[in-house]
């Protein structure tokens, strides 16, 4: 089962407006992952945040953390037609040492020119 | 650097048949992952390789089964195959050993079943 929750499930804007992507998760974590995908492809790495970290920045996005809330949030500034994908947060347990990253339901972002 | 590699890229079996699915993962990463795809069930995880050692198995019935090589290449393998099998199977692979950095994946092997 997944253990995130992504909201919205989709989001549809204009070019040039702000996208605000949310996550929740459960279980503690070492980190938090956020991919893309276009559609029926594979996913592309986007940004980490540490579970030590607040706040992560990486051109247009911005990334956040909230491990009290265990939520987390991606905000993509000045979009483009080229970011309509699929979004999914992901996270990698804080314990133990094997890859197991759990995913959440996705945000499907559409911008229209 | 080439990425990860998938093969098949799509494929149509039928029930009861079974499938092997292959992965080569970048030059140098030892971590191979193995996800499932559905709109039903989204991204899960199935299990993880590392050298040569699967160190952690998802949820599935032992149907479903994989390895790795010594060149970390990876197989998975579904017997029996089911309607419900039908998804896209995701290959990552990872530079690290431990549960840090970024996951790598492949295009998928998009697996119907009829």
């Known amino acids: 089962s997944q253990q995130g929750e992504e909201d919205p499930q989709a989001l549809s804007i204009q070019e040039g407006e702000n996208a605000t992507m949310n996550c929740s998760y459960k279980?503690?974590?070492?980190?938090l992952q956020w991919y893309r995908q276009n559609s029926g492809r594979g996913l592309v790495h986007l940004i980490l945040?540490?579970?030590?970290?607040r706040e992560k920045h990486s051109g247009r996005l911005r990334v956040t953390l909230d491990t009290s809330k265990k939520s987390s949030s991606l905000l993509i500034t000045a979009s483009r037609a080229a970011d309509t994908a699929s979004y999914f947060c992901?996270?990698?347990?804080?314990?133990?040492?094997?890859?197991?990253?759990?995913f959440g339901s996705g945000t499907q972002l559409t911008v229209l020119p | 650097k080439a990425g990860v590699t998938q093969t098949p890229r799509y494929l149509i079996k039928t029930r009861g048949q079974q499938v092997t699915l292959s992965c080569s993962p970048i030059?140098?990463?030892?971590?191979v992952s193995w996800y499932q795809q559905t709109p039903g069930q989204g991204l899960q995880f199935l299990f993880e390789y590392f050298s040569e050692t699967q160190r952690n198995k998802g949820n599935f019935p032992g149907r479903f089964s994989g390895r790795q090589f010594s060149n970390s290449r990876s197989e998975m393998n579904v017997s029996t195959l089911e309607l419900g099998d039908s998804a896209l199977y995701l290959c990552?692979?990872?530079?690290?050993?431990?549960?840090?950095?970024?996951?790598?994946f492949g295009e998928g092997s998009r697996l119907t079943v009829l």
């Open positions: 030059s140098g990463h030892r971590s």
């Open positions: 992901a996270t990698d347990p804080s314990s133990g040492s094997a890859r197991q990253l759990t």
């Open positions: 279980t503690s974590i070492n980190n």
């Open positions: 990552a692979s990872s530079r690290n050993r431990d549960n840090t950095g970024e996951l790598f």
């Open positions: 945040i540490r579970s030590n970290e």
